[in-house]
């Protein structure tokens, strides 16, 4: 699977849109870009995947590069509970077992 | 609604003691995951199962052994406690296919002392 880099924190003022980067420009054709959060103690979240096409669910919206080389994942209205670490993955088909490889990701603070 | 569960959210075991992690998602999932967090080496997979009584070593399987007798549960097994496996160990589940994104439990805080 193609290797990501994403910045190792960000802020963000409640009630505004949390845009979080995201460099995966080794990526392949047929590998789908995911992102996942993990807030404090907890478990790690699914927010959203996409090809190529811009995507948008419940959570958030992803935005992904003509080239594919990069996206951006948009938190359009952020609040406190929002504040958590933010995983970039980049998976391919027959990826041995599903298995997901988490990297640093980036630390979102939200502040009042 | 989706659910992950895990037995305990936080553990304290002895040097040498056997250690059971159990794990039990409630969506008819086909795969389930186990996977050891730790600061600064992300999210780590130990091992996975993609059907009853089948299991499939992951990156770091030393020292573990897991079981599947029922599709819903999954269990990681400690055979011997060491202090380096002091963790966050954390359960996942997916239905079977390759981009399904999985859920995960709320984790289990295990010390070894």
Same mark, same amino acid.
């Given at each position: 699977?193609?290797?990501?880099?994403?910045?190792?924190?960000?802020? &963000?003022?409640?009630?505004?849109?949390?845009?979080?980067? &995201?460099?995966?420009?080794?990526?392949? !054709?047929?590998?789908?870009?995911?992102?996942?959060? /993990?807030?404090?103690? /907890? !478990?790690? /979240?699914?927010?959203?995947?996409g090809?190529?096409?811009?995507?948008?669910?419940?959570?958030?919206?992803?935005?992904?590069?003509?080239?594919?080389?990069?996206?951006?994942?948009?938190?359009?209205?952020?609040?406190?509970?929002?504040?958590?670490?933010?995983? &970039?993955?980049?998976? !391919?088909?027959?990826?041995? *077992?599903?298995?997901?490889?988490?990297?640093? *990701?980036?630390?979102?603070?939200?502040?009042? | 609604?989706?659910?992950v569960?895990?037995? #305990?959210r +936080?553990?304290v075991?002895?040097?040498?003691?056997?250690?059971?992690?159990?794990c039990?998602?409630?969506?008819?999932?086909?795969?389930?995951?186990? +996977?050891?967090?730790?600061?600064?080496?992300?999210?780590?997979?130990?091992?996975? #199962?993609?059907?009853?009584?089948?299991?499939?070593k992951?990156?770091?399987?030393?020292?573990? #052994?897991?079981?599947?007798?029922?599709?819903?549960?999954?269990?990681?097994?400690?055979?011997s406690? #060491?202090?380096?496996?002091?963790?966050?160990?954390?359960?996942?589940?997916?239905?079977?296919?390759?981009?399904?994104?999985q859920?995960?439990?709320?984790g289990?805080?295990?010390?070894?002392?």
């Open positions: 699977d193609a290797k990501t880099t994403q910045p190792t924190s960000m802020d &963000c003022a409640e009630g505004r849109a949390a845009n979080l980067p &995201c460099n995966h420009s080794t990526i392949s !054709g047929n590998e789908y870009v995911y992102w996942y959060r /993990q807030i404090h103690s /907890q !478990g790690p /979240q699914y927010i959203i995947h090809l190529k096409n811009n995507e948008t669910n419940e959570m958030a919206s992803l935005i992904i590069t003509e080239d594919r080389k990069s996206s951006t994942l948009i938190l359009p209205h952020a609040t406190l509970r929002d504040t958590a670490v933010y995983y &970039c993955i980049v998976r !391919g088909p027959n990826n041995a *077992g599903n298995m997901l490889t988490f990297g640093g *990701g980036t630390r979102l603070m939200v502040k009042p | 609604d989706v659910k569960t895990q037995s #305990s +936080y553990l075991k002895r040097t040498g003691e056997k250690v059971f992690l159990e039990v998602q409630d969506m008819d999932h086909e795969n389930m995951f186990w +996977y050891r967090q730790d600061p600064g080496l992300g999210l780590r997979l130990i091992y996975f #199962s993609y059907d009853v009584k089948m299991k499939e992951g990156d770091i399987p030393e020292g573990y #052994s897991v079981s599947r007798e029922k599709k819903e549960r999954f269990s990681l097994i400690l055979e406690a #060491s202090t380096n496996q002091t963790s966050m160990y954390l359960c996942a589940s997916n239905q079977a296919g390759d981009f399904n994104e859920y995960f439990g709320p289990t805080r295990l010390t070894v002392t």
